[in-house]
């Protein structure tokens, strides 16, 4: 499984953008890159997950270039409620379920007034 | 969206007593479902991968008779920890995939559950 480095812990303001940059140097053909949100004492949250170029929800953006070697967590306009621990992950494609996700150390976004 | 919950979502117990969790999922079918465990300030960490009518994969370094696992059906799994000491003291956390999801490579987690033994 291929493994993630992200930023230890990151600090931003309320109502600015905060991009939160992942390597995964050797991500294989067949993965996806997810990312999750995690809440003290609570499980973590799905956030988005793309393979290629840009995908966009309701809640975030994530750019992926076309080496896929990175991806970038983009969250518009933070609010306090997004202090939270920010995990990156590269996900084998869909093979009926079995494949399992392997946690690195994340990235602790602190959100200040 | 997919649910997982978790049952209990807390317990205290004394050293060398055993302790259930039970990871549901409640509106979809799960053939398997993952236990995490996660101690404070650090990232989550896999124990097993529990499948359903067959035994779990456990990762390395996890004592498979220390943490029973029991995949009885498709929609629940439980973790027993046995003889449970205080370094066994955790936040414990399931999560399952939808099988019939159209973003099946959505892992749904359920709330955890806090396990302190004295």
């Known amino acids: 499984l291929a493994k993630t480095t992200q930023p230890i812990s990151m600090d931003s303001y309320e109502g600015q953008e905060v991009n939160i940059t992942c390597s995964h140097n050797n991500i294989a053909t067949n993965d996806y890159i997810t990312w999750y949100q995690q809440f003290p004492s609570q499980g973590p949250r799905f956030i988005i997950q793309?393979?290629?170029t840009k995908v966009t929800n309701e809640v975030a953006s994530l750019f992926i270039p076309a080496d896929r070697k990175s991806s970038t967590l983009s969250l518009p306009r933070v609010s306090l409620s997004d202090t939270a621990v920010y995990y990156c992950?590269?996900?084998?494609?869909?093979?009926?379920?079995?494949?399992?996700?392997?946690f690195g150390a994340g990235t602790r976004l602190a959100v200040h007034p | 969206g997919a649910v997982v919950s978790q049952h209990p979502s807390r317990v205290i117990c004394k050293s060398g007593t055993s302790v259930k969790i039970e990871c549901r999922s409640l509106?979809?079918?799960?053939?398997?479902m993952f236990w995490y465990r996660q101690f404070p300030k650090q990232s989550l960490m896999l124990m097993a991968t529990?499948?359903?009518?067959?035994?779990?994969?456990?990762e390395q370094g996890v004592e498979k008779d220390k943490f029973l696992i029991n995949h009885a059906s498709l929609t629940l799994s439980t973790l027993t920890v046995t003889s449970a000491h205080p370094e066994d003291s955790s936040f414990y956390i399931c999560s399952a995939r939808d099988r019939s999801s159209g973003r099946s490579n959505e892992q749904f987690f359920g709330p955890g559950t806090r396990l302190t033994v004295l």
């Open positions: 992950l590269v996900d084998p494609m869909f093979s009926g379920g079995y494949n399992k996700l392997i």
């Open positions: 509106d979809f079918q799960a053939t398997t």
């Open positions: 529990s499948n359903e009518g067959s035994k779990a994969t456990y």
């Open positions: 793309g393979y290629k």
